[in-house]
């Protein structure tokens, strides 16, 4: 059974940095698309950044030079390091897993988060100014 489990929101002011961690059991993170998705209150989700099998990696540009997306197979986890947040980036974050949409599809298709396939149960992140 596919399960992924996030860890590392909190409450940051602006400028400041978290880090992100989903932990996969079932399969290995190696295998899938890995992605962050996001989702403000009253919007949709929105993918942030992926990280395809191959290991490229895309960015939404909203996050493009602040996010980092990387995956330690060793430990079968997924990261998010996000550096300078801004309050617009306050949202809950989800970790994804799916083989049917890549990491450019899940960074610029508006929806893309309906193919994914596996999701994890969210982590809040709250930036004040």
């Known amino acids: 059974q596919v399960q992924l489990v996030e860890s590392g929101g909190g409450s940051v002011q602006a400028g400041g940095s978290l880090r992100l961690s989903c932990v996969a059991s079932g399969y290995t993170v190696s295998t899938y698309h890995m992605g962050w998705f996001r989702q403000a209150p009253g919007k949709e989700h929105e993918g942030v950044a992926g990280l395809d099998i191959v290991g490229t990696t895309n960015y939404a540009d909203s996050v493009k030079g602040r996010f980092t997306i990387s995956r330690d197979n060793a430990k079968n986890t997924l990261y998010l390091q996000m550096n300078s947040l801004k309050p617009d980036d306050t949202a809950m974050y989800y970790c994804?897993?799916?083989?049917?949409?890549?990491?450019?599809?899940?960074?610029?298709?508006?929806?893309?988060?309906?193919?994914?396939?596996?999701w994890g149960q969210g982590t809040q992140v709250t930036v004040s100014s």
């Open positions: 994804a897993a799916t083989r049917e949409i890549d990491s450019t599809f899940m960074t610029r298709v508006y929806g893309a988060w309906r193919r994914v396939k596996y």
